[in-house]
Structures are given as C-alpha cells and as structure tokens.
C-alpha cells in the first residue's frame, strides 16, 4: 500500500515505521501481516508493550465480553469492578507471594507519565530537588523524566534547560565498585558540589542503552546506598518488567525491594496504554488529586491485564522465558559472537542485544532482517545494539526462523559467506 497519506499528513516525527516502511494491518501472536499480505516476524514486541505476543485469544475474549455487557470504559479514577478485580488479583497473586507490599497508583496510560508521579512523589517526600539517573539511561519524553533520559538528541528536543538530576557513572563504564563507589563519594564528599537527591531512579537493564544488564551486586549496593542516605529507590521497570528478564519484577533476581516501581508497556498484555507506580506505603503521602489525569485507569487494560497476570501466575511466562533464554544465548555465543572481533553479546531473560560497535553496520542488519520479513529494532549509543526482544510466548520454531534471519543478515553486512 502507497504510504504517501502518511508522508503527507503525519508529523515529521515518526520514526520506527521508517525503519519498517510497509502498512501493517493484522497481527496474531509474533506475526504482523502488510496489507499485502506479507508476513513479519516481530523480534521488537511494541517495544516491550506485547511480551504476550499480538491478539492472545484469552485476553481478547475477556475485552470483548466486557464491551459486550456495556460495562464500564471510561472512568478516570473512579471505583469500577474491572479496577477491584484487577487489584485484588494483583495484590493477591503477583505481590503477596513475593513479600510485597506496595500501594498502586493509576496514573496516566503511558510510561513517562508514571515516572513523572515518581518523581513528584520522591522530592515531595524527602522536601528534595536533585535525583540521580544513570549514563545511558531512558526513563521518557516529558520534562521531568526526560530530565533523567541522557540521549543528547533527545534531550535538547525538551527545549528548556533539563534540570535537578545528576547522571552517574554506569557500571558497564567503569566497573560495578567504582560506579558504586562514584556515587558514595558524591554523598559523602563534603566538596562533591551535589546537593543529596530524593531518589536514585535505574532499570535493572537499560534497554534503550543498549541492553545493559546490571550486576545482582550492583543492584544491592544501589539498595544499600540508597538506605544508608536516606534516599528512595526507584526502579523503572517499564520496559523490562511483566516478565521480560525471565522473573516478573525485573529486580526479583537480585533480591532487592525498591521504594518505588515502575510498570507500564506490557502490564495490560495487550498492548494497551496502562501504567502504573507501585509505591511503599510509607511513602504515599499524596494528597487526593494532587497527580492527576483524565485517562487514569484504563479499564480495558485491566481487564486484558488481569487475564495477562493469571498466565504470569501459572508460572508458564518465567518458564517459556527462561527456557527460550537459553535457546538465544547460545545462539548468541555459538554463532554471532564469533564473526567478529568487535562483536559483544548481552542479555537475560528474552532481552539481547548485539553490540557491533558500529552504527551503520547495526543498521545494515535491522535493515536486511527486514527485507527477510524481520522486525527487529536498534538501540544504544550510535544506534549500534541490535536489539532482539521476541515475544515471551513466541513458538520455538518461529523463534529459531528469527534467529536463522539474523544470522544470515549479519553475514551479508559483514560480507562473509
Ligand atoms: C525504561 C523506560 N522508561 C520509560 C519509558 C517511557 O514510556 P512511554 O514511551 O510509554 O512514555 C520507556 C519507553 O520505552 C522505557 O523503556
């Protein structure tokens, strides 16, 4: 199909359906059908936003029958029956068999919202301004998280000075001691010239960074830093949560428990817009109304999510994943590492990137998955991480089709037979 109605009409800030250029108009688990009738993999998953995969028949079922009862759609934060069953069985099945007790605000659908109330939350707190973020960290796109968001690019679209967070050393930088040790210094340091920070706000990986997968230690000396200042921690875990590392909270491998955490992108299984801050209840200090939004609670996405939360409760999600983890790494290790000498590998769970080091390379490959029927995305510095994120469902066989397409993608771009 013509895409000019697009070019035409649609603001020049599009930009992943530039990297795939083709009108898409049907998707079923990890397949997406052009309007021609061509078929795609999906090794990108809305960015996190379909860990389930595209139209899973459970939770489609679950929406149609509560549209078809002219049950309530709409509802700011008003009480609904879709939002109690959704709490209930979140406290029930996903916090109180992991030891946490955590308060849920809705806030508005998307991601950058919820850490927006985060950090509201946090410096309304602890009466703090500054936060720390991370180098190479990506946290949103509206003011205040784009404050921690470190993308030059990215951040100079904010066009008003980005304030009130300082960025820290990351531990792939300079090693999980010396990251740790930077930001003691910086509290402990009578002369570090930083004002102590409401809260230290990390993903357990940094996705967008270029899949940065920290350290079990890392993430408890970030816990024990923040208890011995008095500072909150904030874990985002909206790209890399419901599942992604192979456990449902991403930080569950480390054995910690953040002061605040963030869940968006896939927390409705469906791809639909719902967000959510899980917050210590200690720390719910706000006033009513005090963070607001029209589209808070979006009852579709609890209804969908739900249903989504009952398959992470049969433990088939941290199965699935963990066994198709293996089949990746080794696919990995075994036969992209070797092909070159620039190459690095990193991932957990069903989060892996390629670090090729080069950006035009990078691009080369995303682009030849794609002629092969391939979505798969970049991220990182230069864009050069080819990041693969298959559905946490997706069949081996599909996955194995996949991973076949790279393989072959990466041979052309590196002009090897
Ligand atoms: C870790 C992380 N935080 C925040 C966001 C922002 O979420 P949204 O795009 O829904 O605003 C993203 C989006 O990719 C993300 O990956």
């Known amino acids: 199909m013509d895409t000019t109605i697009f070019e035409t009409h649609e603001?020049?800030?599009?930009?992943?359906c530039r990297s795939f250029p083709v009108v898409f108009d049907y998707a079923k688990g990890s397949i997406l059908k052009s309007v021609e009738g061509r078929e795609y993999l999906d090794f990108f998953c809305g960015a996190g936003a379909l860990n389930y995969g595209h139209n899973n028949d459970l939770f489609k079922q679950r929406i149609l029958d509560y549209i078809e009862q002219d049950s309530i759609i709409h509802s700011l934060d008003m009480y609904s029956v879709a939002k109690a069953d959704f709490i209930e069985y979140f406290v029930r099945d996903i916090l109180a068999p992991r030891g946490l007790d955590y308060k849920l605000q809705f806030t508005g659908p998307t991601g950058t919202n919820a850490v927006e109330a985060s950090l509201k939350l946090a410096r309304k707190y602890t009466k703090r301004t500054n936060v720390f973020a991370l180098n190479g960290c990506f946290h949103g796109m509206t003011l205040g998280a784009l404050a921690l968001t470190t993308d030059l690019q990215q951040r100079a679209g904010g066009g008003v000075p980005l304030q009130n967070v300082v960025h820290c050393p990351a531990p792939y930088q300079y090693g999980d001691?010396?990251?740790?040790?930077?930001?003691?210094?910086?509290?402990?340091?009578?002369?570090?010239?930083?004002?102590?920070?409401?809260?230290?706000?990390?993903?357990?990986?940094?996705?967008?960074?270029?899949?940065?997968?920290?350290?079990?230690?890392?993430?408890?000396?970030?816990?024990?830093?923040?208890?011995?200042?008095?500072?909150?921690?904030?874990?985002?875990?909206?790209?890399?949560?419901?599942?992604?590392?192979?456990?449902?909270?991403?930080?569950?491998?480390?054995?910690?428990?953040?002061?605040?955490?963030?869940?968006?992108?896939?927390?409705?299984?469906?791809?639909?817009?719902?967000?959510?801050?899980?917050?210590?209840?200690?720390?719910?200090?706000?006033?009513?109304?005090?963070?607001?939004?029209?589209?808070?609670?979006?009852?579709?996405?609890?209804?969908?999510?739900?249903?989504?939360?009952e398959l992470v409760h049969s433990g088939e999600i941290d199965r699935g994943t963990q066994?198709?983890?293996?089949?990746?790494?080794?696919?990995?290790?075994?036969?992209?590492?070797?092909?070159?000498?620039?190459?690095?590998?990193?991932?957990?769970?069903?989060?892996?990137?390629?670090?090729?080091?080069?950006?035009?390379?990078?691009?080369?490959?995303?682009?030849?998955?794609?002629?092969?029927?391939?979505?798969?995305?970049?991220?990182?510095?230069?864009?050069?991480?080819?990041?693969?994120?298959?559905?946490?469902?997706?069949?081996?066989?599909?996955?194995?089709?996949?991973?076949?397409?790279?393989?072959?993608?990466?041979?052309?771009?590196?002009?090897?037979?």
């Open 177 to 309: 001691e010396h990251a740790l040790r930077a930001i003691e210094d910086l509290l402990t340091d009578d002369h570090s010239g930083v004002e102590k920070p409401a809260a230290i706000v990390i993903e357990t990986v940094q996705a967008e960074g270029g899949i940065h997968v920290f350290s079990d230690t890392y993430l408890q000396g970030i816990r024990s830093i923040c208890d011995r200042h008095d500072i909150l921690m904030i874990v985002d875990d909206i790209q890399v949560g419901c599942g992604r590392t192979g456990t449902f909270f991403s930080f569950e491998r480390a054995g910690i428990v953040p002061d605040m955490a963030i869940l968006s992108k896939s927390i409705s299984g469906y791809g639909l817009p719902f967000s959510l801050v899980l917050i210590k209840p200690q720390f719910d200090i706000w006033e009513p109304g005090e963070h607001s939004g029209t589209f808070r609670g979006n009852t579709l996405a609890m209804i969908a999510g739900k249903a989504a939360l």
């Open 323 to 417: 066994a198709r983890e293996a089949i990746v790494k080794d696919f990995l290790t075994q036969r992209i590492a070797p092909m070159s000498p620039d190459f690095a590998v990193r991932g957990v769970g069903l989060i892996w990137g390629i670090d090729t080091k080069d950006g035009a390379l990078a691009d080369k490959i995303v682009r030849n998955c794609f002629e092969s029927g391939l979505i798969i995305e970049r991220a990182g510095r230069a864009s050069q991480v080819v990041k693969l994120m298959p559905s946490l469902v997706i069949p081996e066989e599909q996955l194995l089709q996949g991973l076949a397409i790279i393989e072959a993608a990466v041979k052309d771009a590196l002009g090897v037979a």
């Open 11 to 16: 603001s020049n800030v599009r930009s992943y």
